[in-house]
C-alpha cells in the first residue's frame, strides 16, 4: 500500500519517532482541526504515549499541534476499534454494497458522543485513516 505523505508529514514523523522511539507508519496532517494524526506500529502505543503521556506531551510541545496516535493493524476490524479509542466498540460489520465497502460500527450506547467527536472530529479520522490503510469507502456508526 502505498501512502501519500506531505513533506511536512514526513518532517512530523521524524521528529515523533526521534522523540518517542515508536515507528509511525502513516501521518496526516489536519490542518481543519489544527491536529497531527499518527498510526503507529502494532505494539508502539505504549512507548509512543510514555509514562504518564511524557514523549506526546514532548511532540506536541516541539509541533504546537493536537498529537492524535492510533495503532494499527492489518486486520481492518481491529484497526477501526484501534481508531475510535477511547470508545467501547459493540461490534464491527462490513459490507459490500452499490460497488462501496462500508463499515457498520456498533458503538456502547454511553460512548456514542465519544466515537463521533466534536463537530464529528473522530468519525472523520476514522473514515480518512479507514479509507488510506484498508480501502473502505465509509464508516457509519449505528
Request: charged fraction near 30%; include cysteine.
Amino acid at each position: 500500500m502505498n501512502l501519500k505523505l506531505s513533506a511536512e508529514g514526513i518532517r512530523y514523523i521524524a521528529l515523533f519517532e526521534s522523540l518517542t522511539g515508536a515507528t509511525v507508519r502513516d501521518c496526516v496532517v489536519d490542518d481543519e482541526n489544527d491536529r497531527v494524526i499518527l498510526v503507529v506500529k502494532k505494539g508502539d502505543m505504549g512507548i509512543a504515549i510514555g509514562k504518564r503521556g511524557s514523549n506526546i506531551n514532548r511532540v506536541k510541545k516541539a509541533i504546537g499541534k493536537h498529537i492524535e496516535i492510533v495503532e494499527h493493524s492489518d486486520d481492518v476490524y481491529e484497526f477501526i476499534e484501534n481508531t475510535f479509542q477511547p470508545a467501547m466498540i459493540k461490534k464491527v460489520n462490513i459490507v459490500d454494497k452499490e460497488d462501496k465497502r462500508l463499515a457498520y460500527v456498533s458503538v456502547v450506547s454511553k460512548d456514542k458522543g465519544l466515537a463521533i467527536g466534536r463537530n464529528g472530529r473522530n468519525i472523520q479520522k476514522a473514515k480518512m485513516l479507514v479509507q488510506r490503510h484498508h480501502g473502505l469507502d465509509d464508516v457509519i456508526i449505528d
